[in-house]
């Protein structure tokens, strides 16, 4: 991936971005780094939608 759409609130993008019809090629998921989900753009492009781990997070 190269690249990436950083974002401080997940859970609203993610669900603005599906009630815009944005192709999703993965269910969202946490990892150690943050909350992540990898998106389409209609030329093909894959994206990375991220909302990391705030620092001092676990």
């Known amino acids: 991936m190269f690249l990436f759409l950083e974002t401080d609130d997940f859970d609203r993008d993610h669900a603005a971005y599906v009630a815009a019809g944005v192709t999703f090629l993965e269910a969202p998921r946490s990892e150690p780094y943050g909350k992540v989900v990898v998106m ?4 093909g492009n894959k994206w990375d939608l991220i909302e990391p781990v705030a620092n001092g997070s676990s």
């Open 40 to 43: 389409q753009d209609p030329f």
